[in-house]
């Protein structure tokens, strides 16, 4: 079974930095895309940062030079820097296997990024 646990979401100010993780069970992080999403209340939830099988790395424009996507083992990570308020949202990991494009089947259950100006 997989099993998604996101962590270190919290509220810091404008120009702070964060750091999130996500330790992923069940799967396997050299034959999944990895990734992270944000959401805020009433709109859609958008891509963050992608990394795929084979290691590279795909960002949105709002967060390219601010946000690195990782891995080590288990983990995935999004270091956060020079967080602006629009980075605000609720902030999910979702990995699934690449097939054409990657296929978002699991899903975290969120942590909450909140940045003050």
């Known amino acids: 079974q997989v099993q998604l646990v996101e962590s270190g979401g919290g509220s810091v100010q404008a120009g702070e930095s964060l750091r999130l993780s996500c330790t992923a069970s069940?799967?396997?992080?050299?034959?999944?895309?990895m990734g992270w999403f944000r959401q805020v209340p009433g709109k859609e939830r958008e891509s963050v940062a992608d990394?795929?099988?084979?290691?590279s790395t795909v960002y949105a424009d709002s967060v390219e030079g601010r946000f690195t996507i990782s891995q080590a083992k288990n983990t995935l990570y999004l270091q956060m820097n020079s967080l602006k308020p629009e980075d605000t949202a609720m902030y999910y990991c979702?990995?699934?296997?690449?097939?054409?494009?990657?296929?978002?089947?699991?899903w975290g259950q969120g942590t909450q990024v909140t940045v003050s100006s």
């Open positions: 990394i795929l099988p084979g290691g």
């Open positions: 069940g799967l396997s992080y050299s034959t999944n895309c």
């Open positions: 979702a990995a699934g296997p690449p097939v054409v494009y990657c296929r978002w089947n699991y």
